[in-house]
Nanobody, 127 residues
Framework: QEQLVESGGGLVQAGGSLRLSCAASGRTISNDAMGWFRQAPGKEREFVAAINWSGDNIYYADSVKGRFTISRDNAKNTAYLQMNSLKPEDTAVYYC????????????????????WGKGTLVTVSS
């Protein structure tokens, strides 16, 4: 069964850090673009960060630029999101996604070409 599984969420104080992982099973992600999205309570899902298959092209939402870093290890079939200087407004369920590289630059506006979603991991940032 093909799936993406997020881990690494939890409760952290403002200013702290967390590292999220997205492990793929049942398929390889080496040819996929990978992305992170989040959904806060009562809000729509929003784009956080994305990376193309090789890691050469990376995109961030303005709200996380300079604080979050997306990366991938194709040998481990895993993508990561390092989150530093966390703020209470970063509280959300974070979802991993895999999809077609030709659409990754559009994921900040539309999730076109996304073929797989994880079930999410909760990040709670206390003030």
């Amino acid at each position: 069964q093909e799936q993406l599984v997020e881990s690494g969420g939890g409760l952290v104080q403002a200013g702290g850090s967390l590292r999220l992982s997205c492990a793929a099973s049942g398929r390889t992600i080496s040819n996929d673009a990978m992305g992170w999205f989040r959904q806060a309570p009562g809000k729509e899902r929003e784009f956080v960060a994305a990376i193309n298959w090789s890691g050469d092209n990376i995109y961030y939402a303005d709200s996380v630029k300079g604080r979050f870093t997306i990366s991938r290890d194709n040998a481990k079939n895993t993508a990561y999101l390092q989150m530093n200087s966390l703020k209470p407004e970063d509280t959300a369920v974070y979802y991993c996604a895999a999809g077609r590289n030709e659409y990754v630059s559009m994921w900040d506006r539309r999730t076109v070409g996304v073929g797989y979603w994880g079930k999410g991991t909760l990040v709670t940032v206390s003030s």
